[in-house]
């Protein structure tokens, strides 16, 4: 007796994850007169962006929220844009490590130098956003060649001590004292007119399309750093800065 074919049907493959085509920093784009890149759309793998995290430092073990307050250690310091010029002494800075929830559903460790008068404070802001699972793509320490390296307009580190001037300023910024955060830049762009930065970030300007990681108005980030006295770049009004929270009111 022949046996007849089996008629069982093959197990349905589960389809894998699309593979990530878009690089951070590959493409510089034209610069403006003003020194800033040319404004383009958004490339359609950026209209709703949901990178994954690289780690830089070992991710947090468990769930739980951690993280630790310390002097800036030599080597985070050299690697960082403070130099004698900035406003603020070395030593007036504090090293943060704190856990936060990446775009890919993980938890990672992520870096920060601030102001050794908002450190503390700094510390249980993220930890409220952990909590809220609030995601962000990277959070590192800003390096000197991001100040010159020409604009590519995708960047997305939430960070907060830069030695800069303001935007388009030569008084200093909140950030060169480390009294300032900017939080996910490209899910919350600067604008000025027809100026957006980052500058292929147009397609977040239409606060109206929420997606994970923009931070609005009176939802748990801004409620967070209200708690601690900062204010939203958000409320103003030219420009509007929906990245920036500050210390200093600037």
Known sequence: MTNAPSTTAAPAKTPSAPAVTWQVGARPLPRRPDGFGEVEPTPPELVNRALPTKDLLPPPVGTA?????????????????????????????RYLTMSFWGFDGRAHTGEMLVNTSAATAI????????????????????????LTAPP?????????????????????SAHAYGLA??????????TQGGLVLPELASAY??????RPGMVLAGDATVR???????SWGGNWRSPTDRMHFTATGH
């Open 65 to 93: 929220y951690a993280s630790t307050i310390s002097a800036v250690p030599a080597d985070v310091l050299a690697r960082s844009t403070w130099q004698p010029a900035c406003p603020v002494k070395a030593t007036d800075l």
């Open 123 to 146: 510390t249980q802001v993220f930890g409220q956003l952990f909590a809220a699972r609030f995601p962000l793509e990277e959070m590192r320490v800003t390096a000197p060649a991001e």
């Open 152 to 172: 590519t307009g995708d960047g997305n580190s939430t960070s907060a001590f830069v030695c800069r001037p303001a935007r388009g300023q030569t008084t200093w």
């Open 181 to 190: 955060v900017d939080v996910n830049p490209f899910c919350n762009p600067y």
């Open 205 to 210: 300007v239409d606060r109206a399309r929420k």
């Open 224 to 230: 967070a750093f209200a708690a601690i006295g900062w």
